[in-house]
């Protein structure tokens, strides 16, 4: 529980990880009492639970979790910095400096590890990040991202959303009991409130109310991803493809002088099957037995009556071969980075039989990566470290800006890689 400085309020700030789009039907909302108040919130899919289901199919892939980070570090660069800007010949330019007493503000508010990695990592998620602006006492000015799973759009009254609630329970099934209730913050009257939410939220179509991660429409291909190793873990331990077909006649399970329709002699019958069936599967069992057999127990007499073999095994053709597997999951990995954004050869994806390719084709896709596909990210993320500064009241020359990392020669640099200001932000 925060207890806020300035206007009487008390908020609960707690970070969260979900999305869901909302549309007309969302607003048939939510409804739940907390702090003796009762709360209606726009629901975020059809259960209001839509981020939930999509964290945990990621972190059931070897390779979301990965593709998320990737995105989010590319969109970070070598991250951000205070700049000068000026003009020249027509032109803005930035010129690095020295700022003190930003650098100690940007440490002692933890700006990064409060609000820019996680602020990063939601839009990559979702298109969208919550933002709480504090301001305390003497105009210090705090930066922190809210999980976007644990926050949900106050139903609107008059066609306007104006407040944000936030609940660790929100996607959980389970009904918020206390909740956070946090003004959005108002361009025009900035200082008005000690506590307010700063929305980053990419351009969509259609969806008026929660965004929709890019990548969430390769769901079905992370299923069909996360199935294959299963299917290899299941083929090692109990066998996944059916190789050979054992038919044994039930003469062979008889003793010479016993009676099959006797009671007892039936229940003898069935317990060496079952014994037999035991050795079987023990010597079809393991790495080295990874396809298994079915097992047919019938009469094996021919067309006249005559018997035939007492047992026989069929090997049976199996088209669904290891590399029919490979190429699938490849398949599936290739959509996924699509749908992140990320070039195949930066997600280290195996195209035509490499894997990366070489330095330069690697430094060639990850400065088009930073150019092309980061841009509107960071304009977003760069709006509440500049409002800060204008809190703050910090000269309006000085802006922040994302810095990144550009290769280079031996010669020129030792580490064969020197930082310069993102053309991208």
């Known amino acids: 529980m925060f207890y806020l ?23 048939s909302a939510q409804k739940a009492t907390g702090s003796g108040k009762k709360f209606e919130w726009v629901k975020w899919g059809k259960d209001d639970d839509e981020p939930n289901r999509v964290i945990a199919l990621n972190w059931e892939s ?21 700049f000068r800007f000026r003009y020249e010949n027509g032109k803005k330019i930035y010129d690095r400096e020295d700022f003190p007493d930003l650098d100690e503000w940007f440490e002692n508010q933890e700006i990064f590890e409060k609000y820019l990695e996680l602020g990063a990592l939601s839009l990559v998620f979702c298109e969208m990040a ?28 008059a ?15 389970k009904t918020p009991a206390d909740m956070g209730r946090i003004p959005l913050w108002d361009r025009y ?13 990419k351009a969509q179509i259609g969806q008026d109310f929660y965004n929709l991660g890019l990548f969430w429409g390769t769901k079905v291909w992370t299923k069909v991803a996360n199935m294959i190793p299963q299917f290899h873990e299941n083929g090692l331990t109990n066998g996944y493809n059916i190789k050979y077909l054992i038919e044994i006649d039930e003469s062979y399970f008889v003793d010479e002088g016993e009676n099959a329709d006797d009671e007892e002699t039936a229940k003898l019958i069935e317990k060496r099957k ?17 396809d298994k057999a079915v097992v047919m127990i019938g009469d094996l007499t021919d067309s006249n009556g005559k018997p035939r073999d007492m047992i026989r095994i069929k090997a049976i053709d199996n088209k669904m071969s290891d590399d029919a597997y490979t190429k699938i999951y490849e398949a ?11 070039l195949p050869v930066l997600a280290g994806i195996d195209q035509g039989g490499k894997v990366g390719g070489s330095g330069s084709e690697l430094e060639h896709a990850a400065m088009y990566q930073v150019a092309y596909r980061t841009p509107s990210y960071r304009r977003h993320l760069l709006k509440p470290l500049n409002t800060a500064l204008r809190l703050m009241n910090v000269p309006r020359d000085i802006e922040y800006k994302f810095v990144d990392v550009e290769f280079t020669t031996l010669d020129k640099n030792p580490t064969g890689k020197q930082n310069v200001v993102g053309q991208a932000s």
């Open 62 to 82: 070897p390779s979301k979790p990965s593709l998320m980070d990737q995105a989010k570090e590319f969109v970070l660069g070598a991250g951000v910095a205070p």
């Open 159 to 173: 066609g306007e959303i104006t407040h944000v609630l936030t609940s660790p329970l929100f996607g959980s099934g």
């Open 332 to 342: 599936a990995n290739i959509a996924q980075a699509q749908g992140h954004g990320i």
């Open 130 to 157: 919550f933002v709480n602006l504090s301001i305390g006492e003497g105009n210090e000015i705090g930066l922190q991202t809210i999980q976007p799973v644990k926050c949900r759009f106050e139903k609107p009254t």
């Open 189 to 201: 009257n900035p200082t008005a409130q000690a506590e307010s939410i700063m929305l980053l939220k």
């Open 5 to 27: 400085s300035g206007p009487a309020a008390a908020v609960v700030i707690s970070p969260a990880v979900d999305v869901v789009h909302g549309d007309e039907k969302a607003l």
């Open 274 to 290: 079952d014994e037999f069936m035991s050795k079987l599967d023990d010597f079809l069992a393991g790495i080295q037995n990874t």
